[in-house]
């Protein structure tokens, strides 16, 4: 079998997080996760989207779905 490109889902949290000066710990602590698995979101590290967590990270940041993931298509 063929390994094919499809490109990746990128997060842009740690984005999100400097333009709203906000620090991990308070950001941990409203959108009600671990400060691990807050970091794991921030470096990418994270294998499969948890759609419970994007919406708590939303609502603590104010924002939309498409100002936190993006899809990076492959290289052509």
């Keep these: 079998m063929e390994d094919l490109d499809y490109g990746y889902i990128r997060i842009k949290l740690n984005e999100l997080i400097h333009q ?17 698995q807050l970091n794991q979101y921030c470096n990418n590290q994270v294998t499969r989207l948890d759609t419970a967590v994007l919406s708590r990270l939303c609502h603590a940041l104010d924002c939309k779905i498409d100002d936190l993931i993006e899809y990076v298509p492959p290289e052509k």
């Design 20 to 36: 709203q000066g906000i620090s991990k710990n308070k950001l941990a602590h409203r959108a009600e996760m671990q400060r691990t």
